[in-house]
């Protein structure tokens, strides 16, 4: 068998696939591990910190979750914001972190995250998927990227076009394709339950 590498299509789909599939690396671990030596904060600095977090975000939204690590010498925390959702029911909330090394509280620019769970039919199985997007994504695009995603993993006739970088073939970007697909995060819950 010839192994192909991916296109940005190609690569897209399997970073969408992965995500769908619920393999992908939780947002907040995106902020990193930080070793704590204590996971409370005083009064006075949590209300600073909030404060901070509340600085950056848009005025009609609400803190809902502030995980902080704090060392002697410095603080961080991880910052999500309450889920609201979208007329199309598409949950939205912000992400980010703070940190401090004395005084005071600076914060990333908080990143807007979208999710959606739905039903989508691939291959005549009908399949429970769950959609993480970010803003520059309508709710449209995302699905229609994800259904693509999906035909292109479960479709090992799909061809997919040859990717050289700089010239030369990265062999480490292998078509990922002909397997089946990971039994998702609900029929798992599901067999337990039985």
Known sequence: MTTRTLTSLGIGAALILAVLLGVGV???ASAGAYKCEDRFLDDIDEMQLRAAA???LPKSTHLDAVVPCRNPDSAHARISTKRVASIEGVQQWYEFTCSRE???WR???PEFKQ???YSLKVGGVSRV???SFGKEFSLSRAQSLSQ???EIYTDPTVRLPECEIGGVKRPDLVDLRNGELPASRYSRRRERKS
Do not use: F, N, Y
Request: charged residues 15%; contains cysteine.
């Open 102 to 104: 004395s005084q005071p």
């Open 115 to 117: 999710a959606i769970t």
């Open 26 to 28: 939780p947002g907040s």
């Open 129 to 131: 998927v769950a959609l």
């Open 54 to 56: 509340l600085r950056v």
């Open 107 to 109: 914060c990333d620019p």
């Open 148 to 150: 693509k995603a999906l």
